[in-house]
């Protein structure tokens, strides 16, 4: 079901939470950290949540914040722009985050297996999820606001059914999950280092596009 990258195993999945912060650039944090509207910066609980999935929320929050600092003012040129024939397109990749979410959507707050996936998400989300040839053939020709809006549609519908649970929830342990017992934290954890891994991977293309002076990506 999942690329082979975005499938972690037990001794690498706790690495990311100490180097996304390094990763997304200090500029970025700086003109967040400055808001007087914003809090992103503040890792911690959130009005409206228990305090474990208000800390999840701010979490994913921040990592989202870097992932659309990354595709900002993308032309579809860019977004379709494939590098070789093994890479995934950035389009693709940020349907991809989408596909994610809704995922473990359905998994986590639905409680259907994966095994189980409904027909709806296969023919909305099946290429995206799986990447590869069939998504690099098919993923393409969509401008920024298409994969934004589906970013935006399910990343809601997440933070909408957060607000419906509580941290007992957040911290119910799956036994037969794939990398072994598993809670939703840790689940839900997963999907914002996956998106930690993957915004790497679209700052690469992204150095790469047509035209592009070498940066420094840090």
């Given at each position: 079901?999942?690329?082979?990258?975005?499938?972690?195993?037990?001794?690498?999945?706790?690495?990311?939470?100490?180097?996304?912060?390094?990763?997304?650039?200090?500029?970025?944090?700086?003109?967040?950290?400055?808001?007087?509207?914003?809090?992103?910066?503040?890792?911690?609980?959130?009005?409206?949540?228990?305090?474990?999935?208000?800390?999840?929320?701010?979490?994913?929050?921040?990592?989202?914040?870097?992932?659309?600092?990354?595709?900002?003012?993308?032309?579809?040129?860019?977004?379709?722009?494939?590098?070789?024939?093994?890479?995934?397109?950035?389009?693709?990749?940020l349907m991809h985050l989408a596909a994610t979410d809704r995922i473990y959507q359905i998994n986590t707050l639905e409680g259907i297996?994966?095994?189980?996936?409904?027909?709806?998400?296969?023919?909305?989300?099946?290429?995206?999820?799986?990447?590869?040839?069939?998504?690099?053939?098919?993923?393409?020709?969509?401008?920024?606001?298409?994969?934004?809006?589906?970013?935006?549609?399910?990343?809601?519908?997440?933070?909408?059914?957060?607000?419906?649970?509580?941290?007992?929830?957040?911290?119910?342990?799956?036994?037969?999950?794939?990398?072994?017992?598993?809670?939703?934290?840790?689940?839900?954890?997963?999907?914002?280092?996956?998106?930690?891994?993957?915004?790497?991977?679209?700052?690469?293309?992204?150095?790469?596009?047509p035209g592009t002076k070498s940066v420094n990506q840090g």
């Open positions: 079901m999942f690329p082979p990258e975005c499938a972690p195993s037990r001794r690498d999945f706790l690495k990311v939470a100490g180097f996304t912060a390094a990763a997304s650039g200090l500029v970025l944090m700086t003109e967040a950290a400055t808001s007087e509207e914003s809090d992103v910066n503040i890792i911690g609980p959130k009005k409206g949540y228990s305090p474990q999935i208000g800390t999840l929320v701010s979490m994913m929050t921040w990592m989202r914040m870097v992932v659309l600092s990354s595709v900002k003012g993308m032309s579809q040129n860019d977004l379709d722009f494939l590098l070789d024939d093994k890479a995934n397109r950035i389009g693709a990749l297996p994966l095994k189980d996936l409904p027909e709806e998400y296969k023919q909305k989300f099946g290429l995206a999820m799986e990447l590869g040839e069939p998504a690099r053939q098919a993923i393409k020709g969509n401008n920024l606001d298409y994969y934004l809006n589906l970013l935006s549609e399910t990343r809601e519908h997440t933070l909408a059914e957060f607000r419906k649970r509580d941290d007992e929830w957040l911290m119910a342990v799956d036994k037969q999950w794939g990398w072994g017992p598993t809670n939703n934290y840790c689940k839900w954890f997963h999907v914002c280092e996956h998106e930690s891994n993957h915004n790497g991977q679209i700052k690469l293309l992204k150095s790469r596009l």
